[in-house]
């Protein structure tokens, strides 16, 4: 069975930084292109990374310039490292994957970005 489990959120000022993790089970996950997006209260979910079974990274406009994507040594774990956080950054971050014709979500972890 596919899990995907993220964490690593919580709350920090802006300007501040957070790397979130999105870990698998079930699949070998660098085989598959993993997506990040987000959700913020009241806001359609936004794209915000991809990382592809070859490496190849990209991002959404907000996000790029600030925020990377890579592949842990785990080969099972993905990062997302998020620079110079606003505001608006503040969302539920969720990390996602098809698989066969069916799309796979984590549970979400909530980054808050707050004075």
């Known amino acids: 069975q596919v899990q995907l489990v993220e964490s690593g959120g919580g709350l920090v000022q802006p300007g501040g930084s957070l790397r979130l993790s999105c870990a698998a089970s079930?699949?070998?996950?660098?085989?598959?292109?993993i997506n990040w997006y987000r959700q913020a209260p009241g806001k359609q979910r936004e794209f915000v990374a991809q990382?592809?079974?070859?490496?190849?990274?990209h991002y959404g406009d907000s996000p790029k310039g600030r925020f990377t994507l890579s592949r842990g040594n785990a080969k099972n774990t993905v990062y997302l490292q998020m620079n110079s956080l606003k505001p608006e950054d503040t969302a539920v971050y969720f990390c996602?994957?098809?698989?066969?014709?069916?799309?796979?979500w984590g549970q979400g972890t909530q980054v808050t970005v707050s004075s």
């Open positions: 996602g994957t098809g698989i066969e014709g069916r799309y796979y």
């Open positions: 079930g699949i070998i996950f660098s085989a598959y292109t």
């Open positions: 990382i592809t079974n070859t490496g190849s990274t």
